[in-house]
């Protein structure tokens, strides 16, 4: 499928760098947000080495289903989510032995969401509280759900979602890349449509911009490039507490000699 793609990462205005990333690949119809967490830079070796990984590996398996792949694959899985699934797992794996290497950065991870569009279907994977939307008929929606403190306790009934707006602790993921071997991959599979328009974002615009502004900001975007930046104008001017990464995809339609 023919698809549309703008990008736009900012430090924010209070931190002082950034530890998020994001990949556009659309030779292979995925694309990725990485917010990384640790001291002394170590998010953002974090996500930038679970990008990488990931990259490499949708390289390396452009045009080979039979070969060996490191983690395995789930027979009861279609090839695009197999792909997606195992790729995540080895972004994991290097996270994992790149803080083993070096104790400074212990306890260094990363958040990520990922899309990749195949087989007439969106799949999303995802760890921790990046998210992924979707708009659809002007209505926005939220695809993926949050690994993190905050939404395990509006889950148990212990905090109100109007509670959960100004909980301290907001920033605590319970899952991420680099915590453990292995890891638990989410993963959900959409229909894809011809006008879908997917974000992906780090939790720096989700806690700024209420889902109201975004899918305002969505709904008028002719020109992808402009409205990710304006996402990331959106973040900072309601006080950028956070690094802000935006990825918008838009589904044109089928790929040239897919279709009329």
């Known amino acids: 499928m023919r698809i549309e793609v703008a990008g736009s990462t900012h430090v924010?205005?209070?931190r002082p760098?950034?530890?998020d990333t994001y990949l556009l690949l659309p030779e292979e119809n995925l694309f990725v947000?990485?917010?990384?967490?640790?001291?002394?830079?170590?998010g953002e070796i974090a996500a930038r080495a679970a990008v990488e990984a990931l990259e490499a590996f949708?390289?390396?398996?452009?045009d080979a289903r039979a070969i060996t792949w490191p983690f395995g694959v789930d027979p009861a899985r279609p090839w695009p989510e197999n792909?997606?699934?195992v790729g995540i797992h080895e972004a994991n794996a290097r996270?994992?032995?790149?803080?083993a290497q070096d104790p400074s950065r212990q306890g260094m991870g990363t958040t990520l969401v990922s899309l990749h569009v195949g087989e007439g279907r969106a799949w999303l994977g995802w760890a921790g509280d990046s998210r992924a939307y979707r708009l659809r008929g002007g209505a926005l929606e939220q695809l993926s759900e949050d690994h993190s403190l905050v939404n395990d306790l509006?889950?148990?009934?212990r905090l109100t979602p109007e509670q959960a707006r100004s909980f301290p602790h907001r920033n605590v993921v319970v899952r991420a890349l680099g915590m453990k071997e292995p890891l638990a991959v989410d993963v959900r599979s959409e229909p894809a449509e011809a006008g879908d328009l997917f974000l992906l974002c780090s939790d720096g615009l989700s806690s700024m911009v209420d889902d109201g502004r975004i899918a305002d900001v969505l709904r008028r975007a002719t020109d992808l490039e402009r409205?990710?930046?304006q996402l990331v104008d959106a973040a900072n001017a309601a006080g950028g507490l956070d690094n802000v990464t935006v990825v918008l995809a838009r589904i044109v339609g089928p790929a040239d000699g897919d279709g009329p």
């Open 12 to 14: 924010g205005m209070v």
């Open 17 to 19: 760098h950034n530890e």
């Open 33 to 42: 947000v990485a917010d990384g967490m640790g001291g002394h830079a170590s």
């Open 58 to 62: 949708f390289r390396r398996t452009s």
């Open 83 to 85: 792909r997606l699934v």
């Open 95 to 99: 996270v994992v032995e790149l803080a």
């Open 154 to 157: 509006v889950k148990a009934r």
């Open 227 to 229: 409205a990710a930046q």
